[in-house]
């Protein structure tokens, strides 16, 4: 995990959460190799990088809302797709609504995963997962927000995490 300081709504218990839920994702369904890293080591690598993707995936329960955002070069997003589904590289590109929904499982199972952990016997529900093209994204971490930056086959990705805890306000999130 990046955030040297988790904010006061955010457990250091879910970030750990949230890493695990990261790892076991990217080994058991995309084959890939998932590590927390400082912020040198992904300036260094997110250099090389000019096209990014965001998914984005909400979600909602008796806890609280939030939602969980995963930033991925476009590189790195076609080979876990080509892990995920077992495509060639070497045909042609894939379709590119196919790639969209792929990022968007990868949050979504993610979410899921993380939610099922610290969420315990809450329940809770998950929105349709969102994706789309951005920039490179900014390294300034917006108000609310609670960034890991990772490395997934010696490539940069973001994850983004926003949580609004129901009834509560000053109280750390108990996930």
């Given at each position: 995990?990046c955030?040297a300081?988790?904010?006061?709504q955010f457990?250091?218990?879910?970030g750990?959460?949230?890493m695990?839920?990261?790892?076991e994702?990217?080994?058991q369904?995309?084959f890939?190799f998932i590590?927390s890293?400082?912020e040198?080591w992904?300036e260094?690598?997110?250099s090389?990088?000019?096209?990014?993707?965001?998914?984005?995936?909400t979600?909602?329960g008796?806890q609280?809302?939030?939602?969980?955002?995963?930033l991925?070069?476009?590189?790195?997003?076609?080979?876990?797709f080509?892990?995920?589904t077992?495509?060639?590289?070497?045909?042609?590109?894939p379709?590119?609504?196919e790639?969209?929904?792929l990022a968007?499982?990868?949050?979504n199972?993610?979410c899921?995963?993380?939610?099922s952990?610290?969420?315990g016997?809450?329940?809770?529900?998950l929105?349709?997962?969102?994706?789309?093209?951005v920039p490179?994204p900014?390294?300034t971490?917006?108000?609310g927000?609670e960034?890991?930056?990772?490395?997934?086959n010696?490539r940069?990705m973001?994850v983004?995490l926003t949580?609004?805890?129901a009834?509560?306000?000053?109280?750390?999130?108990?996930v």
């Open positions: 995990m955030s300081k988790l904010s006061p457990s250091p218990e879910a750990v959460a949230l695990n839920a990261l790892v994702v990217g080994e369904s995309f890939a590590e890293c400082d040198t992904f260094e690598l997110a090389t990088a000019d096209q990014w993707m965001i998914a984005t995936v979600f909602t008796e609280g809302t939030g939602a969980l955002s995963c991925f070069p476009d590189d790195l997003v076609l080979d876990l080509d892990a995920f077992g495509r060639d590289p070497a045909e042609g590109p379709d590119p609504r790639v969209d929904d968007g499982e990868f949050a199972m993610v899921g995963l993380w939610l952990r610290v969420m016997s809450h329940t809770f529900s929105g349709s997962p969102r994706a789309g093209r490179k900014a390294s971490v917006p108000e927000v960034r890991f930056l990772v490395v997934v010696n940069p973001i983004d949580v609004h805890a009834n509560r306000t000053s109280e750390a999130i108990e």
